[in-house]
């Protein structure tokens, strides 16, 4: 991979990222306005995360001599905790972002620290989407209704 590529797929992921994450804080507000704290509580935490990644992606773009650019991708807003979970699901499917991502680590034998940060984003991204396997996995077994009943707080 180029420098020019390596820069081009860091803003791409910090454009991806920040964006994610604005969507994520907006979904902590409308759950916990709902009532959903322990909801809410899950998508701050995601939406940090998010924009924590994107702000690594920055940086390292500044560190490799890139120019960081501005960048959004438009992200569906949610009022139902199973329509999220299901649209982060069908993502996780459609996309296959930890194997993409898990691909991109594995080309950048020239260049261990963006590729240690790249695994960095494998590792988070695994983690969420056993998360959402997991939380619709109880929506399976208990029904949405008691998994509301679960998340308010």
Not at 5 to 26: G, H, P, T, V
Not at 33 to 53: I, M, P, R, T, V
Not at 89 to 103: A, I, S, T
Request: proline share 1%; aromatic share 10%; with cysteine.
């Amino acid at each position: 991979m180029t420098l020019e590529e390596k820069i081009k797929m860091l803003n791409d992921y910090a454009a991806s990222w920040y964006s994610s994450s604005q969507a994520d804080f907006i979904h902590e507000a409308t759950f916990r306005a709902q009532g959903f704290g322990k909801f809410a509580d899950l998508c701050k935490e995601e939406g940090e995360e998010e924009l924590d990644e994107a702000k690594k992606c920055t940086e390292r773009v500044l560190a490799l001599g890139g120019q960081p650019v501005f960048g959004c991708v438009e992200q569906p807003i949610f009022c139902e905790i199973k329509d999220l979970l299901k649209d982060w699901d069908d993502g996780f499917k459609e996309f296959k972002g930890v194997e993409e991502l898990e691909k991109v680590a594995a080309s950048l034998t020239d260049d261990s620290i963006t590729r240690k940060l790249v695994e960095s984003f494998v590792e988070c991204e695994s983690e969420h989407r056993a998360w959402v396997a997991k939380h619709m996995g109880i929506i399976g077994r208990i029904g949405y209704e008691n998994y509301l009943i679960e998340q308010m707080g």
